[in-house]
């Protein structure tokens, strides 16, 4: 499966990227969300035809806009990747206006520390919704 992660910890970023290489999946890492076409015209909806990515991991605190706010932008933006297939990683504390914005967008969470094996569990699960 090809992941895109958004994670500015660059440490963690290769953690994940490393652990999901090893999985046998496609991998990229930014640092932020601008690299998105949905960030680079806010005008305009997703240029593409198919999803970018399978998965979408993004960390809640980034540069220019948090996971939260870019994910609500993809989906009125048009993004095709499943939005059960994308996650939010934050060190927050998850309160509740937060829980009902992540279960607003359909996506999953994961609060740090989190054990790689959730991440690989809830991966599996979104190769299935795939399939």
Not at 42 to 62: G, L, Q, R
């Amino acid at each position: 499966m090809q992941i895109i992660i958004f994670e500015d910890d660059e440490s963690l970023a290769k953690l994940l990227e490393q652990i999901l290489v090893l999985k046998g999946h496609s991998v990229q890492c930014f640092p932020d969300p601008t690299v998105c076409p949905i960030y680079k015209d806010h005008e305009k909806k997703c240029p593409k035809n198919t999803p970018c990515a399978d998965i979408v991991i993004s960390d809640y605190m980034m540069p220019k806009m948090n996971g939260i706010a870019f994910f609500e932008l993809q989906r009125k933006r048009g993004c095709k990747a499943l939005d059960a297939n994308k996650a939010i990683i934050t060190g927050s504390v998850i309160d509740s206006d937060m829980k009902e914005a992540i279960d607003e967008l359909g996506c999953h969470y994961f609060k740090k520390p989190f054990r790689v094996a959730e991440v690989l569990v809830w991966v599996e699960e979104c190769e299935k919704r795939l399939s």
